[in-house]
């Protein structure tokens, strides 16, 4: 039975990001686990819950009855509760300014070296799940990077929806700093998706520690932290190519090892293009 390994923000996720390729890989058979930066219990964004919910971009309603239903299921069901902790599975890195940072850098890569060789290889596949909340505790979280970096060292899938792709962006070996998708096609959140005010975050969080307060609910962080399309377009160089197909419902980009999945509207055929690169051996599509 292959595994594949779900990463997800504790900061707001999109319902359908999840749903779409969850459903595809429960169809398949696999087996699913559940990752997130420390540990807690991901929530859902509530408009990715609540029908009709209008996305000013693109001015238009992304969310249905059956995707916010779905979402609700899930989140209301036990399936989320122990999630794996990404800080209690992969070391912290040394700051330069360690006394022993050499000695620090050597344990880290040992370390490392040892869970990609001895536990990444029970997952068959990643997939990074999107939404708002990948932009606070994924994109820049260097545990994300390094499991990222071990699922391409053994060669094997992986996925990563909407600003869940930022994490594919800023992966990259501390040692030289290289984007690990350049040269590559992907697609992503395009800026023309972006919202001007709005981007907003949900989870159990708080400055004193407690889980009321800040995060306590909906958090508007007016546009967002950055444009994801303008990243990865310098990430993937000359020889790369950030496709949006923007005017276009879906878009799905594999470049193997790479899937990307550009917004919402492309969640299910994400879930779908994946299991076909497990059980095909795709290696293109969308380019």
Known sequence: MKKVLFVLSEWGYWGEELIGPLEACDAAGYEIAFLTPNGKRPTPLSVSCTPGYLDPPLGRSVTSEEMGQKTRQIDDSNRLDSPKS?????????????????RDMEAY?????????????????????????????????HRIHELVMGFVKLNKPIAAECYGVSCLAFARDFRDKKSLIWGK????????????????????HAIDGSKKGFGDGYINFGAPFYPLEYILRDAVGPDGAYIGRVGHETSVIVDYPFITSRSTASSVECGRVLVEVLEKGLTRYGW
């Open 86 to 102: 990404l800080a209690d599975w992969f070391p912290q890195r040394a700051y330069p300014s360690s006394p022993t940072y050499l």
């Open 109 to 141: 890569y040992k370390k490392i070296d040892k869970i990609v060789a001895e536990e990444l290889v029970a997952y068959d596949a990643l997939v990074i799940v999107g939404g708002s909340g990948a932009l606070v505790d994924l994109a820049n979280n």
């Open 185 to 204: 096609k992907v697609t992503g959140h395009p800026i023309d998706y972006d919202y001007l005010d709005g981007t907003g975050f949900e989870g159990h």
